[in-house]
């Protein structure tokens, strides 16, 4: 009897997703490299992956995590704090936590759990968070389960974030500013001096989630290299599962800060460690981006070409969104552009706000100036630029 009623809820759900084009399927996807990809068994040259330095497949990552399994195992064990915490972390954290330009780094799970785990520490219900409105589901998640008061600002608008501060600020105790340091569906950079600034009269602490920066600007070291002065962010979230290649998530901060994170985040006491070779692969991944000034700045070089071959504004990350608008135009985009042989994704809503629906493009140091070229050219001829 349960059994069927859950079944019928569950029916009547994807039924309602289903009339609203919002059903979303998972598709086979086979990556031969971080931009070629077997599709539903189709051949396709992919601009739809977060593996923007190709370290996913990189030969010395590779060896790295094959050495660390044979060596350590497939698993960790248990929890860092209890027994999973093998050497291996002590390495990344330190590597990492240097090429950031911070006293200490904290590894996490994941990305999201970095967020969902590290934002309750910081902010309670006595406090005020204030997103910016495009901001990562992760980041809305940390605020929630934080019990503080969420405001959130218009996209990049810092006018908007004072005025929300010089009428709230003063009925809350903490205050914490979160935003993107490079937006992951609009591929702009957030004006991190000015919201330091701003951050700094308010008596607020800056957090960044620079999922889509590390690797890829300000020399590969992120988005608080990628503006005119160094950026003092004190809370520096982002993932290893992008540039990095890896999987796994972090946070950035000082030593007290990282080890108040060990002692409090819940998604970092509670959580098993990771597998030895991710940790032994995002490491290797760590070295490379500290020393190839010339593979980091691929990415951003592919997409700028890109962005004047087709007429639109400078591309500042490796993400290049083209707005359509309409649900359907964007999966009708998607498909003619699969048809002529190249991945690129509808971003529909929730993941993006409604009526913004849009094709996004990814670039990757793996790319060569051909599939760039070809992108923009089947762009034109389906009518896509603008
Ligand atoms: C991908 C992403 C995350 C989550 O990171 P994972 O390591 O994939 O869990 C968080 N924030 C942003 C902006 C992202 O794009």
Redesign the pocket.
């Given at each position: 009897m349960s059994t069927s009623t859950l079944d019928e809820f569950a029916k009547s759900k994807l039924a309602a997703l289903e009339r609203r084009k919002l059903r979303r399927h998972l598709a086979t996807t086979r990556r031969k490299s971080s931009a070629r990809v077997d599709y539903n068994d189709h051949e396709l040259i992919s601009f739809a992956c977060?593996d923007y330095l190709g370290l996913a497949k990189h030969p010395a990552t590779i060896a790295a995590a094959v050495e660390a399994t044979e060596r350590d195992g497939v698993g960790a064990g248990a929890s860092r704090l209890i027994s999973g915490n093998y050497p291996l972390y002590k390495t990344l954290e330190s590597k990492l936590a240097r090429l950031k330009g911070t006293e200490d780094a904290v590894i996490f799970g994941?990305?999201?759990?970095a967020?969902i785990g590290t934002i309750p520490v910081f902010a309670g219900s006595a406090d005020l968070i204030l997103v910016d409105e495009f901001s990562?589901s992760?980041?809305l998640s940390g605020a929630s389960i934080s019990r503080a008061t969420v405001k959130s600002f218009r996209h990049n608008d810092v006018d908007s974030a004072s005025k929300i501060l010089n009428s709230q600020r003063a009925k809350f105790r903490r205050c914490l500013i979160i935003t993107?340091g490079v937006f992951?569906m609009d591929g702009d950079l957030a004006p991190l001096p000015a919201l330091a600034e701003l951050a700094e009269h308010h008596d607020a602490w800056l957090m960044t989630?620079d999922?889509?920066g590390l690797g890829v600007v300000g020399g590969g070291r992120g988005s608080s290299f990628a503006h005119d002065a160094v950026v003092d962010v004190p809370l520096q979230m982002g993932?290893?599962?992008?540039a990095v290649g890896a999987?796994?998530?972090y946070i950035c901060a000082t030593h007290a800060v990282a080890e108040l994170i060990r002692n409090r985040a819940r998604s970092f006491v509670f959580s098993t460690g990771l597998p030895p070779a991710t940790i032994a692969a995002a490491t290797e991944s760590i070295d490379i981006i500290a020393t190839n000034q010339e593979l980091t700045a691929r990415p951003l070089t592919h997409a700028r070409r890109f962005t004047h071959a087709v007429d639109l504004p400078e591309a500042s990350s490796a993400i290049v969104p083209i707005v359509v608008g309409d649900v359907d135009k964007s999966l009708d985009a998607s498909a003619s552009l699969a048809e002529a042989g190249y991945l690129v994704p509808a971003i529909r809503p929730p993941t993006v706000p409604t009526g913004t629906a849009r094709l996004r493009i990814a670039f990757s140091a793996v790319h060569s100036d051909d599939d760039v070229s070809g992108l923009a050219s089947a762009l034109e001829s389906a009518g896509l630029n603008r």
């Open positions: 977060n994941s990305g999201y759990l967020n990562h992760c980041i993107e992951s989630d999922a889509h993932t290893l599962s992008k999987y796994g998530g």
